[in-house]
């Protein structure tokens, strides 16, 4: 990898502009493979030392997530147990859209406990115009009011909607790719990858933030997860958040059996995603709950800097906020 001897010290005085050599948007999916493979230690090494140069050091935010709309989606992603096509069996009971006054509630409480970014989820394949988009305007409106970063994931949208929450003062839009084109047929068919990239254009024209990344476990292959990745880190700027989920496997789903995945793994991951993408904010996402405290401080040490903090995810279990607070006690992290 090169320069292995040049102290930290040295590294943080060399040039941070995007003109730096850090800042690629041309990479081919086999670069990415093999930074991806590259020995444990020569990867931890090598992304701690691009995140010590563009973010603060021991820091980690804190997101909360709410599930504002749960169940009843049209689409078929098959690793999601709010599909209305695998209903019957998962038994997520359908609940309509939470009133603006509870959401806005949830957003303070969730403030109180440390969280500086928000995030809102939608059972939804598209936003439609209406009250129901009216409603979410006002959340995004309120949560912007609050000093917190607002995020909303909705499905698809339209440069006129994504300009609505931009005026609303929306942070970030979430919208994750979620595998390679190539395995992502394997995954939904309902959508296609090209329509997720269109919803990201829109986000982008509307002066939003991108949040996008995807999961793993689903019975990818390496070469996909490289492949995913190079098409985040080719989008020019970088989406300024990625978001890495290790699959939940939720009984009833297509997905439900299928085996955890291996710690070290999301650790590849994460490294490799802050290698490639420098000053995004790198997302440990779902999946923590099957990861030990060693391994969520590994991932940290590959460029994660922000967890989802509060009981739930969207419909499935998140770690205990406790156990959260002790590893960043034990770690010495700041929360930012
Ligand atoms: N319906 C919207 C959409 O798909 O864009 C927003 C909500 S959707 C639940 C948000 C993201 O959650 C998905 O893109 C997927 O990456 C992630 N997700 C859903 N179910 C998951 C699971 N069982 N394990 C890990 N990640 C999951
Ligand atoms: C993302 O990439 N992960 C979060 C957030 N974006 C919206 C969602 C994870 C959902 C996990 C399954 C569930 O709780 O329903
Ligand atoms: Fe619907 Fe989003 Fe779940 Fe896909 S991931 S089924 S679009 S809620």
Same mark, same amino acid.
């Given at each position: 990898m090169g320069n292995t001897n040049m102290t930290i010290t040295q590294i943080k005085q060399t040039s941070t502009t995007p003109e730096n050599q850090d800042f690629r948007y041309d990479w081919t999916a086999e670069e990415v493979l093999?930074?991806?493979?590259?020995? !444990?230690? $020569?990867?931890?090494? #090598? =992304?701690?030392?691009?995140?010590?140069?563009?973010h603060e050091d021991n820091t980690v935010q804190l997101a909360s997530l709410l599930s504002i709309k749960t169940g009843a989606c049209p689409e078929d992603c098959k690793y999601c147990p709010q599909s209305a096509h695998y209903a019957k069996k998962t038994g997520l009971k359908k609940e309509p859209l939470l009133p603006v006054a509870e959401v806005l509630e949830k957003a303070k409480l969730a403030k109180e406990h440390g969280a500086s970014r928000f995030c809102m989820g939608a059972a939804w394949r598209h936003v439609k115009d209406g009250p129901q988009f009216?409603?979410?305007?006002?959340?995004?409106?309120?949560?912007?009011?609050?000093?917190?970063?607002?995020?909303?994931?909705?499905?698809?949208?339209?440069?006129?909607?994504?300009?609505? !929450?931009? $005026?609303?003062?929306? #942070? =970030?839009?979430?919208?994750?790719?979620?595998?390679?084109?190539?395995?992502?047929?394997?995954?939904?068919?309902?959508?296609?990858?090209?329509?997720?990239?269109?919803?990201?254009?829109?986000?982008?024209?509307?002066?939003?933030?991108?949040?996008?990344?995807?999961?793993?476990?689903?019975?990818?292959?390496?070469?996909d997860r490289a492949r995913m990745l190079q098409i985040l880190a080719n989008l020019d700027p970088h989406p300024e958040s990625v978001p890495i989920n290790a699959l939940v496997p939720v009984q009833g789903t297509p997905m439900g059996d299928k085996e955890p995945v291996e710690p070290i793994e999301m650790v590849r991951m994460m490294a490799t995603t802050r290698i490639i993408m420098p000053k995004t904010r790198v997302r440990l996402s779902a999946g923590r709950t099957s990861f030990s405290k060693e391994t969520q401080i590994l991932c940290m040490l590959a460029g994660a800097n922000s967890i989802f903090y509060g009981d739930k995810l969207l419909t499935t279990n998140n770690n205990d906020t406790n156990d959260d607070l002790a590893l960043i006690k034990e770690a010495g992290l700041n929360v930012a």
């Open positions: 093999a930074i991806h493979d590259m020995p !444990l230690m $020569d990867l931890l090494f #090598k =992304a701690q030392t691009i995140h010590r140069q563009y009216d409603n979410v305007i006002e959340m995004v409106r309120g949560v912007t009011d609050m000093n917190m970063e607002a995020c909303v994931t909705l499905g698809m949208i339209n440069q006129d909607q994504a300009d609505r !929450l931009k $005026d609303a003062g929306l #942070k =970030a839009y979430n919208h994750n790719l979620d595998t390679s084109p190539e395995f992502y047929e394997e995954i939904i068919t309902t959508r296609t990858y090209q329509e997720r990239l269109d919803t990201l254009d829109c986000v982008r024209k509307a002066g939003i933030t991108i949040c996008s990344g995807g999961i793993i476990g689903m019975g990818e292959s390496t070469y």
